[in-house]
């Protein structure tokens, strides 16, 4: 397409260039005179040859700039097109794990949504399940999730299935109902989704004949069915309400008022924008509150203000709002991040026998007993016999040993220890058994298929189970005892992690205004590191250490530089609009050149 224009281009302004130069096709031959007008006017060879060579030089270099520039304004345009940004007057958002349940059968809040017959397991999964198992669902169906738009028009709904949808049971029906009252009784609109795919990922949406009006109340629902013992038949990870924008007008300005009421966080909680109000205002001169449609950067530790980012159409407009404090999450369970760990747990109600899941050889799905065996003291053990939980999350790790990762499949009797990649999300484990034994540790639940690690008494061995009840508690309880601490390996970490922090929170974070100082000082604690100091600083993938490596090497860059630099990351939008500038500027010079000879040029025949 570009090439054809390019031809097209260079054809229709051959006129124009011959003009402004001079000289034709026919021009590019010996002569001794021309004709303007009824004078004869000599030129000179060497004259004749420098003209020429002029030509050939800018003529083919002026249009080269003019197609570069036109063809980049195409595609300013196809990109501009492409960019059509969609604004959402509201969301759900299930990804976020903003609110947490595991019933199946009651109601509950998330942000500012009512939802029935859904969990999340308690945040352990980044969706949401609709939908019980057989029993559950006869008391409690259709499942919805409800709740207002309050200040906008919107035209459709989309939801975002996850790719485990429909594993168990099916669709009778689904839809929204829209309602003009908080008491949903008074109904205005009704739209039928269409059909689920099972175990896909897609997006599908409800549309109205005509958008619906702001202030409405949205009722999105599932009437199910399932014969199996299972939860979760429809797995949602976002219900977004698509706002009916006006494209008439542009975003001109973003700003906030207010304070926000939560100032401390800890890594991983997501903002909270309640005492502030985010207003929006527009070409026609109108504003609105978009404080709901403001989406905020993810929370890291040691940030001290966040950024807030609305769109309406293909405009982005930032606020920044100040006076945050984020803490580094605490690790639940205690768990260090690049620590061995044996881990054990207890067999029965009445916790009589503890065992041990032993690292080193590897086994197939149904054969940890090869690994298992009745576990005595910390001290007849290695670190050859422990697990390595490495940080990939907040209290989420991939636990391995050796080369080899344990994971799970999705079998009540699978788990596995070989090469296939997987993590498992901490959350605590503490109460009484039936049998009035106190237990205290944590649960493991694999990512991939949400099933948690327990210890199986008849054989015994270890399995993964859909439950922490499965097996009684505190089978599911898992008591970790670390063996890099028991085994003195633990000086080189807690070096390493001093001087992180120091980077992070200590001397590093004065570094404004007084860099080379600081820098120097930072590398002479640095290098009195001992070497296994140092190499956990420089791989560990704990957040603290991230930062500080992060943090050092910004310190590096700014010492490595010219005196009184300051180097920043340059986003891919001022990329492109410095290679605009550079492309124009190239243009303009050719261009000027090219007038420029052609007026001496003029100048030197009419003289």
């Given amino acids: ?78 990109d501009f097109i492409n960019a059509q940004a969609i604004n959402y007057a509201a969301e759900a958002d299930f990804t976020l794990k903003s609110a947490k349940s595991s019933a199946y059968n009651s109601d509950w809040t998330y942000g500012s949504w009512e939802l029935y017959g859904a969990a999340n397991n308690n945040g352990g999964w980044a969706f949401m399940k609709f939908g019980g198992k057989n029993t559950t669902l006869a008391t409690a169906n259709p499942v919805y999730l409800r709740g207002q738009v309050p ?23 689904w839809g929204v109902d829209v309602y003009s009252d908080s008491g949903y009784t008074n109904l205005v ?29 949205y009722k999105v629902y599932f009437d199910l069915a399932n014969t199996t013992g299972t939860n979760g038949i429809v797995w949602v990870d976002k219900i977004q309400f698509v706002e009916n924008a006006d494209v008439s007008k542009t975003l001109t300005n973003l700003s906030f008022t207010g304070t926000p009421t939560k100032t401390t966080y800890i890594e991983g909680d997501v903002f909270d924008p309640t005492g502030l109000i985010v207003t929006a205002t527009y070409s026609d001169s109108s504003s609105s509150d978009v404080t709901l449609q403001t989406s905020w950067q993810n929370l890291i530790v040691g940030m001290t203000s966040i950024e807030g980012t609305y769109t309406y159409l ?135 298929y949400d099933r948690y690690l327990t210890a199986y008494a008849s054989t015994p061995n270890f399995r993964t189970y859909t439950s922490t009840t499965s097996q009684p508690l505190p089978a599911a309880c898992i008591v970790l005892y670390d063996m890099t601490v028991l085994e003195g390996f633990d000086e080189d970490y807690t070096a390493a992690r001093d001087f992180a922090d120091d980077v992070v929170n200590g001397e590093g974070l004065n570094a404004q205004d007084n860099c080379e100082a600081v820098h120097a000082s930072l590398m002479t604690k640095y290098n009195a ?79």
């Avoid at 224009?5 to 590019?28: A, R």
């Avoid at 200040?151 to 029906?173: P, R």
Wanted: proline fraction near 2%; aromatic fraction near 10%.
């Fill in 189 to 217: 609109d009704s739209v039928l989704g269409g059909t689920m795919s099972t175990k896909t990922a897609q997006t599908l949406s409800l549309v109205p004949t005509s958008s619906w009006a702001a202030g409405l109340y």
């Fill in 1 to 78: 397409m570009q090439s054809m224009f390019f031809y097209m281009f260079c054809n229709k302004y051959q006129n124009v260039f011959d003009e402004m130069t001079g000289m034709s096709n026919n021009n590019f031959v010996s002569m001794d005179f021309s004709i303007q007008g009824q004078k004869i006017i000599k030129i000179p060879e060497e004259e004749l040859k420098m003209k020429n060579l002029m030509k050939k030089i800018f003529a083919p270099l002026a249009v080269l700039a003019l197609a570069v520039g036109v063809g980049i304004n195409l595609n300013l345009e196809t």
């Fill in 314 to 448: 293909s405009i982005s407009l930032n606020i920044n709002v100040g006076g945050l404090i984020v803490n580094e999450a605490p690790a639940i369970g205690g768990i260090i991040d690049g620590h061995a760990y044996l881990v054990t747990a207890f067999n029965s109600t009445t916790a009589d026998t503890q065992y041990i899941l032993r690292g080193g050889n590897t086994f197939a799905s149904g054969f940890s007993a090869s690994n298992t065996e009745e576990f005595t003291s910390p001290a007849n053990y290695s670190l050859n016999d422990a697990f390595v939980f490495t940080r990939v999350a907040i209290n989420e790790y991939q636990i391995t040993s050796g080369l080899n990762y344990l994971g799970s499949t999705n079998t009540n009797n699978g788990l596995i220890l070989g090469e296939t990649e997987g993590s498992w999300t901490v959350s605590l484990s503490s109460g009484t058994t039936s049998g009035g034994i106190s237990y205290d540790g944590i649960f493991l639940q694999d990512t991939t």
């Fill in 151 to 173: 200040s906008k028009s919107v035209s459709q709904i989309d939801v975002v299935f996850n790719v485990g949808n429909l594993t168990v049971g099916s669709v009778n029906s």
């Fill in 529 to 607: 590191l001992s070497e296994g100091a140092k190499e956990v600083f420089e791989e560990n993938a704990e957040a603290i250490f991230v930062s500080a490596r992060a943090r050092l090497a910004y310190l590096d860059s700014w010492v490595a530089a010219q005196p009184g630099s300051n180097p920043t990351r340059q986003s891919t939008s001022d990329q492109s609009r410095n290679n605009l500038v550079a492309v124009i500027s190239i243009g303009a010079i050719g261009l000027t050149s090219i007038l420029g000879y052609y007026f001496v040029s003029k100048k030197k025949k009419l003289s």
